[in-house]
């Protein structure tokens, strides 16, 4: 049973526009939450984080937002550039030493 | 500062070989990780290691052994190669419980015939 689900495969976006990134979760014990990129043939990038005390939290262009009572967060891009064409990953953890991964989505921003 | 480093890069085995996947970390984290990621499954956790001295299973550990040497290192093995362990894996270390990132290796492309 997928614990952490992202649902859309994949994603195209403008450049210049808002990129939307969803991740839903099922287990209610989950309270630190991680975003990723992952460019081909790299490994995974830290991109920002948010713990369950919050409802957002922003760094720069990105901002995440969480939703607790849906169990759904999302990643905010503006603007997105062509550079941020990459496989984004959510996770979450209950706050001990591991992480469940959603299966990603593939975003492409078209200049 | 190179992080966190993996080797090999990439490896071709036929099935019923063994070999080891090596990791080291130069962050002075506690807890390192194997994750394998395949095409529509996102990163799926094999083993980890909270600290120095303790390991645990993750999502799917069967097929696979580890060993933390010492804080630095955490080696992933395969005893009897297989085609489904064909994919892509990647260590990674943790500073610590929260929301902190995992910082990632640049993974090793495994390929089983």
């Known amino acids: 049973d997928q614990q952490v689900k992202q649902n859309s495969p994949s994603l195209s976006v403008q450049e210049g526009r808002i990129s939307i990134l969803n991740c839903d979760y099922t287990?209610?014990?989950?309270?630190?939450f991680l975003w990723y990129k992952k460019y081909p043939a790299e490994g995974p990038t830290f991109l920002i984080s948010?713990?369950?005390?919050?409802d957002k939290n922003e760094d720069g262009r990105f901002t995440v937002f969480l939703n607790k009572s849906a169990k759904h967060l999302s990643l905010h891009i503006v603007p997105s550039q062509p550079g941020d064409s990459a496989v984004y990953f959510c996770?979450?953890?209950?706050?001990?030493?591991?992480?469940?991964f959603g299966t990603g989505t593939r975003l492409k921003v078209l200049a | 500062n190179a992080g966190v480093t993996q080797t090999p890069k990439f490896q071709v085995l036929k099935t019923g070989q063994s070999m080891t996947l090596q990791c080291a970390q130069d962050?002075?984290?506690?807890?390192m990780y194997w994750y394998r990621q395949d095409p529509g499954m996102g990163l799926r956790l094999i083993y980890y290691?909270?600290?120095?001295?303790?390991?645990d299973k993750g999502e799917v550990p069967n097929g696979y052994n580890v060993s933390r040497l010492n804080k630095r290192e955490f080696s992933l093995r395969l005893e009897s190669a297989a085609p489904s362990q064909t994919s892509v894996y990647f260590c990674?270390?943790?500073?610590?419980?929260?929301?902190?990132?995992?910082?990632f290796g640049s993974g090793t492309r495994l390929t089983v015939v």
């Open positions: 996770a979450a953890s209950p706050g001990t030493y591991k992480y469940i």
């Open positions: 287990n209610s014990m989950f309270d630190y």
């Open positions: 948010i713990s369950s005390i919050k």
């Open positions: 962050m002075n984290h506690n807890s």
């Open positions: 290691s909270a600290s120095e001295g303790t390991t």
């Open positions: 990674a270390t943790l500073r610590g419980v929260g929301d902190y990132g995992y910082t």
